[in-house]
């Protein structure tokens, strides 16, 4: 069960929730950063040292392994934006739903920038189901000079979430 109680709310829209999450241990309940616009999910820190985009109802990671929190905040707002495409969120959905709705959308571009695909000399926005399966696979480095702040650019994404 996981505690979604209140705890601390921090600048731009984000707060402190509680998420049990599944391991081959058992299951634990760690603390993650939650945002306002991307309901029913959290970045959490379990294994230690790596941030994961987490689904809260589920405590399922829904990406993994990133160096910088501010790189799982921004897949964080993109899955919100995706869910939001649609008119729903991740707080609607549990895990059975959540497959069926990835399932649905996979074919859709991305309703954000930044992520393309080049094939046959031509380059074009990716479909959900290939942004998916970039972000479950990371790379397995993230290097610390973009062009734009990954916490930035997160927070710009929060912003289009339903419109805002």
């Known amino acids: 069960m996981t505690d979604n109680t209140f705890k601390?709310?921090?600048t731009d829209g984000f707060y402190e929730?509680?998420?049990?999450?599944?391991?081959?241990?058992g299951r634990f309940t760690v603390p993650?950063?939650?945002?306002?616009?991307?309901?029913?999910?959290?970045?959490?820190?379990?294994?230690?040292?790596?941030?994961?985009?987490?689904?809260?109802?589920?405590?399922?990671?829904?990406?993994?392994?990133?160096?910088r929190a501010?790189?799982?905040?921004?897949?964080?707002s993109q899955y919100a934006l995706i869910?939001?495409?649609?008119?729903?969120?991740?707080?609607d959905l549990d895990t059975k739903a959540a497959a069926a709705f990835i399932k649905e959308v996979s074919g859709d571009a991305v309703p954000f920038d930044d992520c393309t695909v080049t094939s046959c000399g031509e380059t074009r926005k990716m479909t959900v189901a290939e942004?998916?399966?970039?972000?479950?696979?990371p790379f397995?480095?993230?290097?610390?000079?973009?062009?734009?702040?990954?916490?930035?650019?997160?927070?710009?994404?929060?912003?289009?979430?339903?419109?805002?």
């Open 83 to 91: 869910a939001d495409m649609r008119g729903t969120s991740w707080e």
């Open 17 to 25: 929730v509680s998420v049990e999450i599944g391991t081959k241990g």
């Open 131 to 137: 942004w998916f399966q970039s972000v479950r696979m």
């Open 8 to 10: 601390t709310e921090y």
């Open 70 to 76: 501010s790189n799982a905040l921004v897949v964080m």
């Open 32 to 67: 993650a950063l939650a945002h306002k616009s991307a309901p029913g999910l959290a970045v959490t820190m379990f294994p230690f040292g790596c941030f994961t985009v987490t689904h809260i109802q589920s405590g399922s990671s829904m990406a993994i392994d990133f160096q």
């Open 140 to 164: 397995p480095d993230e290097f610390p000079w973009e062009d734009t702040d990954p916490y930035e650019a997160a927070l710009e994404n929060f912003e289009k979430v339903g419109g805002a």
